[in-house]
């Protein structure tokens, strides 16, 4: 849901289109299993920090351009 928040940000400012934001999240997604942040959430410190690495990598690809 981070990752998609950031994606529809973009998307209101006008940065990506809107078959971008499924991109940004499908990116995101990958990302995040291929870093192996991909886990079990125990308790509301893992959940934010999960939180905060998908807005991050979100951004990041935004930033970066690296998108498919």
Same mark, same amino acid.
Request: charge should be negative; include cysteine; charged fraction near 25%.
């Given at each position: 849901? =981070?990752?998609?928040?950031? =994606?529809?940000?973009?998307?209101?400012?006008? *940065?990506?289109?809107?078959?971008?934001?499924?991109?940004?999240?499908?990116?995101? %997604?990958?990302?995040?299993? *291929?870093?192996?942040?991909?886990?079990?959430?125990? !308790?509301?410190? !893992?959940?934010?920090?999960?939180?905060?690495?998908?807005?991050?990598? =979100? *951004? =990041? %690809?935004?930033?970066? &351009? &690296? %998108?498919?």
């Amino acid at each position: 849901n =981070a990752a998609n928040e950031i =994606a529809v940000e973009a998307y209101l400012q006008r *940065r990506i289109g809107f078959y971008g934001i499924s991109q940004v999240v499908e990116a995101a %997604l990958s990302a995040a299993a *291929r870093d192996g942040l991909m886990k079990d959430a125990c !308790d509301i410190e !893992d959940v934010l920090a999960i939180d905060a690495q998908a807005r991050g990598l =979100a *951004r =990041a %690809l935004l930033t970066d &351009h &690296h %998108l498919p």
